[in-house]
């Protein structure tokens, strides 16, 4: 059976191989994503708070933003609760909302109403990383083949698991990395060593993973947690919008938001794409775990709330799909989750290195002993021999 694995192991890691490292790759830089970004183009996210000076309405700076940009549409408005924060647009433009170059956002002082910065989706940094990430930069043709990448990498680790499993004799020696050893040895103990202790990060991430790949593995999350997948389509309720009412809606949107969800945290704006349905705002809760939100549903004109949708009355298959986006970003529990994500992914990455490494001494073992066994004189025999005056002991 160990040679089997090993054969599954060695032409599945071969398959997968460029893709398994890309795909970590990218994902060990998504894992600090929000962290990094506001980091190294802080001016886009903070501003400077003036004394005696209130933040403008939201309607306001919306119009102003939505005028500057006739080509695009305004979709999402991202509101922070600290008081030195930009109010950040995501706008697209076209049927085709989703390609990176249709995207734009935009960063606007709340205070002096004066767009800060336009950044277009495809000069996003990590925009560009988690296009890689997911579709390989290739839309469905590369969200297919993650999607493949995926599956085989669950298989590989499960085959590795069992490759790796040492006899009672040998588990110090499985368990620990020989750092003063050949290269050989090294780089064997390095993708053993260090692909089991992250196994099991690793498996949590690849089965997310195949959720978000696969729709029979949504329903597959829904049926264990509900026993039916009802619960997987959430539609927004329908409220046709009130136009003219001279109402500043949106301000009243956030104000009533915040009412009613009292706790801090982001409060996301998505407007609706049409006239019939109703805005949805979301308010993420930092005081639990990752991507705990409440929603609420409001009309557009007059900030009527429509409808609520609170996080504690959803099902348990959607609690538990809603637990999927933070354990595969390994953003669960923050800074210490965050940092085991980081060390898998950053295992991972050297993964398809290490096992290539492997691979190719092996080979190279293979054609120096053929080569060892060509050229080796063979025995002969007196009979043989043609100078029959020749005797052997």
Avoid at 77 to 93: F, G, H, Q, T
Avoid at 275 to 293: F, L, Q
Avoid at 300 to 317: M, P, Q
Avoid at 327 to 346: C, E, F, K, S, V
Wanted: aromatic share 12%; net charge positive.
């Amino acid at each position: 059976m160990k040679k089997i694995f090993g054969w599954l192991h060695l032409w599945l890691g071969i398959a997968s191989g460029i893709v398994v490292l890309v795909v970590a790759g990218t994902g060990s830089l998504l894992v600090f994503e929000e962290e990094l970004e506001h980091t190294f183009r802080s001016s886009f996210f903070y501003v400077e708070v003036p004394a005696n000076t209130s933040r403008q309405p939201l309607d306001n700076l919306t119009a102003y933003v939505q005028r500057e940009n006739p080509k695009y549409k305004v979709g999402n408005i991202m509101l922070e609760p600290e008081a030195d924060r930009s109010v950040v647009y995501l706008l697209r433009k076209g049927k085709g909302n989703k390609v990176l170059k249709n995207q734009l956002y935009v960063a606007v002082n709340p205070y002096t109403g004066k767009i800060i910065e336009s950044v277009p989706g495809n000069k996003r940094f990590f925009s560009v990383v988690l296009q890689l990430h997911r579709y390989l930069c290739m839309g469905e043709t590369g969200k297919f083949i993650t999607g493949i990448s995926c599956s085989i990498f669950t298989i590989l680790i499960l085959t590795g698991l069992i490759l790796w499993w040492p006899k009672r004799n040998a588990r110090k020696q499985r368990l620990s990395v020989k750092w003063n050893a050949s290269f050989k040895r090294l780089n064997w103990d390095l993708h053993a060593v260090f692909g089991f202790y992250v196994h099991i990060i690793l498996l949590i991430t690849a089965l997310t993973g195949l959720i978000w790949s696969y729709k029979w593995m949504n329903n597959l999350l829904y049926i264990a947690f509900d026993g039916n997948t009802k619960q997987q389509k959430i539609v927004t309720p329908e409220s046709p919008a009130v136009k003219n009412t001279g109402i500043a809606y949106l301000e009243k949107i956030v104000n009533t938001t915040n009412e009613r969800l009292s706790y801090e945290g982001t409060v996301t704006i998505r407007l609706a794409e049409n006239d019939s349905t109703s805005i949805t705002t979301s308010k993420e809760n930092r005081a639990r775990h990752g991507n705990v939100s409440d929603f609420l549903y409001f009309q557009a004109g007059t900030g009527e709330l429509v409808k609520e949708r609170l996080y504690d009355n959803e099902s348990n298959g959607t609690i538990a799909r809603r637990w999927v986006y933070p354990l595969h970003r390994g953003t669960l529990y923050g800074w210490p989750t965050q940092i085991l994500a980081l060390i898998a992914a950053l295992v991972a990455t050297t993964l398809p290195i290490s096992g290539f490494l492997i691979w190719m001494g092996r080979k190279k073992k293979k054609k120096k002993e053929v080569k060892v066994k060509a050229t080796k004189p063979q025995e002969l025999t007196l009979d043989k021999h043609p100078d029959t005056s020749v005797q052997y002991q």
